[in-house]
């Protein structure tokens, strides 16, 4: 049954209808009458009106589902055994460490399940799954689309408010070869390189933005089409190195920066792309002026941007088709979470919450959390669930834990938004210049403002354009403890829960990339870069008019001048050009 075709039992509450949109842009929280619900309604009670439970089609709400291999209830279990093999058995070893030692050394039978028996912590929790499993994936991605030419687009929402000029003189091998085979890669279904591939998404968006000048003079600022983090992920030498140094400096000189024909004297107005993870990036392109990256931002002028989700059904024109009613649909699962513990590369990672995360579950959670089961699992190498499964469990899911990885910035945050599911985050106490901030990585981590793109008081962009995203995540301070008790207070609040999945609503479209045939057509994350860097110009030409004056009034007292700088003649235009549009969110 479709959530379209669902039946309300209105005689005790009233609650909205459901409204077909057929404006992408007519669908904001503002635009619609907001029910009114009672202050004590409880999650389950909100469930209760409807005469379907959410999405459970596969197996009665009712029935015993097994996490045995050999279930037949769902091929999906398959995917979860019991067995937590990655999670600690004690003493810095795994459960899968301790079974094979007792198979070695004693011989036991049934190694797996004598450490179950041992350790509560290497049992996972309990699994239902209430979904009929298909069988198809979003094959297509939006690198396999036509990628619009420039000419073809005449609209966007910055239009009028920002100038580009975009270099073709980088050599073949860092430019236009390298976007031919990496967009090659990246269209297929099965590219592992989901963490870099927005640079290339990025490039093509500046490549056909309306607003690009031919005429050097006429930019306010210069794109520098380098797609570094896919040059590093495509490991031209055949080898990784740490701080993507496998591509050497001399390669990005010649290639790239002995290219750039307006650079001297014009630095602070190149826009480089480092869609990496800062410590992956090379220290050369780290150390630009003016650039573009994941997270963390290390200085004022890194523009901090979204993880890129390619799938068509995450595009902007898609999100904002999206109603109240399908971002406050009913949800079957309370939280959903499938994770990675280890990683051999990161020793010392703050990963290591996710595994004090899975042991707080193991041994203090119920089966149920506000009256609704969850899936929380661990996961391991080897053969892993279809994508499809994941994009199911998390749209149908009411909270999703992102607890800290590797890095600050994490493409599992932006995904879940994008999918409808209140992100969890831990909250540690961290310091800047001397105020106190909050962290969502670890103690004295960076701050929030330092991690995500347009955080409220980040002032990385116009304050009106900020995100505030304290008004849809749900921060946990004290610990992996206090996740549980605060997910079951917020279970007994629907209307809470309402108002950060309409804040969800909200902001979703400005984490995702129009591409495609969805190019410049909303407000999206690159209308928010581009927000950015007109942003960051207001300031920039405010020195540079102080120079310039400072320039001509020495010229007027000594009577010479120096005559081989000159300033764009956009610089005197500006004011008049740009009134301060600001995007309506």
């Known amino acids: 049954m479709s959530y379209e075709t669902l039946q309300f039992n209105t005689s005790q509450f009233r609650l909205p209808e459901i409204i077909q949109f ?20 409880t999650y389950s009670t909100f469930l209760e009106l409807y005469t379907d439970r959410a999405n459970r089609t ?27 093999a990655d999670c600690q058995w004690g003493n810095s070893q795994t459960c899968m460490g301790r079974a094979a030692y007792l198979k070695d050394k004693y011989k036991t039978p049934n190694p797996e399940e004598a450490v179950m028996n041992d350790r509560v912590t290497c049992r996972n929790p309990p699994l239902q799954i209430f979904w009929q499993d298909d069988g198809l994936d979003e094959m297509d991605n939006m690198f396999a689309q036509p990628m619009p030419l420039r000419g073809n687009i005449t609209t966007s929402p910055m239009l009028g408010n ?54 050097p003079q006429d930019a306010d600022i210069f794109i520098v089409p380098y797609a570094h983090a896919s040059h590093c992920h495509s490991k031209p030498t055949g080898v990784w190195m740490g701080a993507c140094k496998h591509i050497g400096y001399n390669l990005m000189k010649d290639g790239v920066f ?41 200085k004022d002028t890194n523009i901090i941007v979204p993880y890129l989700n390619s799938l068509p059904s995450f595009q902007p024109s898609v999100l904002r088709n999206r109603g109240k009613d399908w971002w406050t649909r009913p949800r079957t699962y309370s ?42 699992r661990v ?85 009106r354009n900020e995100i505030d995203y304290r008004s849809f995540v749900v ?16 279970m007994q609040n629907y209307t809470e829960i309402r108002r950060r999945q309409l804040a969800l609503m909200k902001y979703a479209p400005y984490f995702s990339y129009g591409m495609g045939t969805d190019s410049h057509k909303h407000p999206d994350a690159f209308s928010k870069i581009l927000e950015s860097l007109r942003f ?6 405010h020195w540079i008019a102080i120079g310039f004056f400072l320039v001509v009034g020495c010229c007027h007292y000594f009577s010479e001048c120096v005559t081989h700088v000159t300033y764009p003649k956009v610089l005197f235009q500006r004011q008049k050009k740009y009134t301060g549009s600001v995007t309506k969110l």
């Open 162 to 215: 920002i100038s580009i000029y975009v270099y073709e003189t980088l050599r073949k091998d860092v430019g236009e070869d390298l976007e031919q085979k990496m967009r090659a890669e990246y269209s297929h279904p099965n590219s592992s390189a989901a963490n870099v591939h927005a640079d290339i998404a990025i490039i093509d968006l500046f490549r056909n933005f309306p607003g690009r000048t031919d005429d």
């Open 258 to 298: 002995n290219k750039l024909n307006h650079y001297i004297l014009n630095e602070k107005r190149h826009l480089f792309l480092n869609v990496i993870n800062q410590g992956n990036s090379n220290p050369t392109i780290r150390a630009v002026p003016l650039s573009i990256t994941i997270g963390p931002r290390y």
């Open 536 to 541: 960051y110009l207001g300031g920039f030409d």
């Open 475 to 490: 921060e946990v301070t004290g610990g992996v403890e206090n996740v549980r008790p605060t997910i079951e207070a917020l």
């Open 379 to 463: 996961m391991t190498s080897g053969n892993k669930p279809p994508s499809r499964f994941f994009t199911h469990m998390y749209k149908d899911s009411i909270f999703c834990p992102t607890l800290p990885g590797d890095t600050p910035p994490q493409k599992r945050f932006f995904d879940v938004i994008l999918m409808g599911c209140i992100p969890v985050v831990l909250s540690f106490d961290t310091e800047v210049q001397g105020e106190k901030k909050s962290s969502w990585h670890q103690p004295g981590g960076m701050s929030v403002e330092n991690s995500f793109p347009w955080a409220k008081g980040s002032n990385s962009t116009d304050p």
């Open 335 to 376: 939280v959903a979470f499938f994770f990675g513990i280890s990683n051999s590369k990161m020793r010392g990672s703050p990963r290591v919450w996710r595994k004090f995360f899975m042991e707080e579950v193991q041994q203090n959670w119920p089966d149920t959390l506000g009256g609704l089961p969850y899936a929380i």
């Open 22 to 41: 057929s404006s992408p842009i007519s669908v904001r929280a503002s635009d619609e009458v907001e029910p009114e619900f009672p202050d004590n309604m």
């Open 58 to 84: 596969a197996l009665p709400q009712n029935s015993t589902n097994s996490n045995s291999q050999n279930s037949t209830n769902s091929p999906l279990l398959l995917y979860f055994p019991d067995f937590c």
